[in-house]
């Protein structure tokens, strides 16, 4: 049996998913020689690990209780009797996960799995890679962050999966890689990354009102909790940021031009979430309507993209054939359109689930996997 110790940092929805599905697995793994060891877990106060955690585990059943207690909303230092483990807090946290990696990661080896959506986590990955660990991303801060934060995280390429930054639990990252280790040069990629937009451009299309889309997706759960952190744009230029990187270009996020939604004088910090669905929103619904009945006109569609060509980044509405892929996109699915010299006529198209807890988690235990063969 090969194991493949972990310590997971964030158990909000993606974490709590990804600990039900590492335990929902257990046989299946098993029957394939495979013993996924949960070491760890933290949020962004606690820590809890085993009193020996260099050998010892967290068990299903407390895992379980973990998740229970995170969906009520609560923290770590909420759990109950901890029995054989510990809990600590900061600055302790931090002290005590690089402690493990020291322990582990050169010799049995270990995974950092980040399932936050922080910033502060790229300072202990970039330490963990250079004690030996492995480390598996749904969290797209920390490779949105400097050009230096991205080279050295990806220092040493077979120790770093990161599927669930783009695209949920597609296989984009995997398969842009095949095409770039196979020397086929990539031209062009388009795609519809967000699929809170991907599902409002596709409803506006009917000629329903921006304002009454957005409402809905809203109720429906497709948007956070103040759609502008959608509306504005920023989730897909991170992850077309990752996608240009990965391409080779040396880029940063003010090299990207983004197109919001909404103005400025609409933002956060001048409207409140309440004045803008109420009294902000319905502004907009007059310009994106002519620019629907414009596109029509020509035979085409708005969808809201990143589209990278060259050296050139850019995430906003663009005018795509009505009969594309992109142009056939509706509800929230995720479509990439790949363009190289083998792909130059039909591009390579990925289409499918783009969000979720559930599809994300799916993604990041598929993630972890993989990386198996690099464990003894």
Known sequence: MKTIPLILMGCGGVGCHLLQHIVSCRSLHSSQGLSLNVLGVSDSKSLVVSEDSANKGLDDKFLMELCRVKRDGGSL??????????????????????ELASQLGGKTGLVFVDCSASSNTVAVLKQVVDMGCCIVMANKKPLTSTMEDFE????????????????????????????ISSGDPVHRIIGSLSGTLGYVMSEVEDGKPLSQVVRAAKILGYTEPDPREDLGGMD???????LARILGQWINMDTIQIESLYPKEMGPDVMSVEDFMNSGLPLLDKDIQERVEKAASNGNVLRYVCVIEGSS?????????????????????????????????????????????????AGVLADIVDIQDLFP
Do not use: W
Not at 77 to 98: I, T, W
Not at 236 to 242: C, N, P, Q
Not at 345 to 361: E, R
């Open 77 to 98: 230092s909420k759990l109950g009797d901890l029995g054989d483990y510990r809990l600590f807090a900061h600055p302790e946290l931090q002290e005590r996960v690089l």
């Open 236 to 242: 897909v230029a991170r992850k077309a940021l990752i």
């Open 152 to 179: 050295k995280l990806y220092a040493y390429p077979r120790r770093i999966r990161h599927e669930s930054t783009v695209g949920a639990g597609l296989p984009v990252i995997a398969s842009l890689n095949r095409i």
């Open 313 to 361: 980044c850019e995430v906003g509405i663009q005018e795509l054939p009505k009969n594309s892929a992109l142009g056939r996109l509706r509800g929230s699915d995720n479509v990439l359109e790949i363009y190289t010299q083998c792909y130059s006529s039909q591009p390579l198209v990925i289409q499918g689930a783009g969000a979720g807890n559930d599809t994300t988690a």
